[in-house]
């Protein structure tokens, strides 16, 4: 079992800043950020692969960036530029052995 809890959510004004922390019970390799905006599907926004790799999405790439603390067993979700389209929950997840494990999710408000 991997218990995710996600912190560092807002409001922000557009053009604002966020950092999104997602912190594991235990260390796991293969972690990632979704987010969920009001009445759409769920989304990857990034990912953060085994070997230290990361991945960021077309839709925030150049303004979302994704760093972790292995030592902490943390991840962090770096938001910059935001813009009204980028409100929505924001979950961190965590893949080991088939099996997915999400966080409760945080909310980020954009709006001026």
């Given amino acids: 079992q991997v ?3 996600e912190s560092g959510g ?3 004004q557009p053009g604002g800043s966020l ?6 019970s235990r260390s796991i ?4 950020w979704y987010r969920q905006a009001p009445g759409k599907q769920r989304e990857l926004v990034g990912a953060s692969e085994p070997g230290g790799k990361t ?3 077309d839709p925030v ?11 902490k ?14 409100t929505a929950v924001y979950y961190c997840s965590a893949e080991e052995y088939g099996k997915t494990y999400w966080g409760e999710g945080t909310l980020v408000t954009v709006s001026s």
């Fill in 3 to 5: 218990q995710l809890v």
């Fill in 10 to 12: 807002g409001m922000v």
């Fill in 19 to 24: 950092k999104l922390t997602c912190t594991s």
């Fill in 29 to 32: 390799n293969a972690m990632g």
């Fill in 55 to 57: 991945n960021i999405l």
């Fill in 61 to 71: 790439k150049g303004r979302f960036t994704i760093s972790r603390d292995n030592a």
């Fill in 73 to 86: 067993n943390t991840m962090y979700l770096h938001m910059n530029s935001l813009k009204v389209e980028d």
